[in-house]
């Protein structure tokens, strides 16, 4: 069964930065696909970015230009870089883990594992 531990979120200004990490333990996510995702106050979950185990990205159209994704297949860690940050970014962020990679990245139910989230707020 794999854990998924979120860390790095917090307080920032807008335009400000933000780098989010995620571990995973307790099984192999080297060829899995890992990502993403956001919910805010009110909102259905969204997806934000996926990275395959060969560093094929994906991101939300709300993201692109300003966020980048990278993982660490050696220490199964996944990171998401956050930059000119904007009040409409504030949301739990959680890490996910989608083992089948022809699986669409853009449906949550496609995701097998997932994190306990961590809050990111843009102050404006």
């Known amino acids: 069964q794999v854990q998924l531990v979120e860390s790095g979120g917090g307080l920032v200004q807008a335009g400000g930065s933000l780098r989010l990490s995620c571990a995973a333990s307790?099984?192999?996510?080297?060829?899995?696909?890992m990502g993403w995702w956001r919910q805010a106050p009110g909102k259905e979950r969204e997806f934000v970015a996926a990275?395959?185990?060969?560093?094929?990205?994906h991101f939300a159209d709300s993201v692109k230009g300003r966020f980048t994704i990278s993982r660490d297949n050696t220490k199964n860690t996944v990171d998401l870089q956050m930059n000119n940050l904007k009040p409409e970014d504030t949301a739990v962020y959680y890490c996910?883990?989608?083992?089948?990679?022809?699986?669409?990245?853009?449906?949550?139910?496609?995701?097998?594992?997932w994190g306990p989230g961590t809050q990111v707020t843009v102050s404006s």
């Open positions: 996910a883990v989608k083992m089948i990679e022809y699986y669409s990245d853009y449906y949550p139910e496609h995701y097998d594992y």
């Open positions: 990275i395959t185990w060969s560093a094929g990205t």
């Open positions: 307790g099984g192999t996510v080297n060829e899995a696909v």
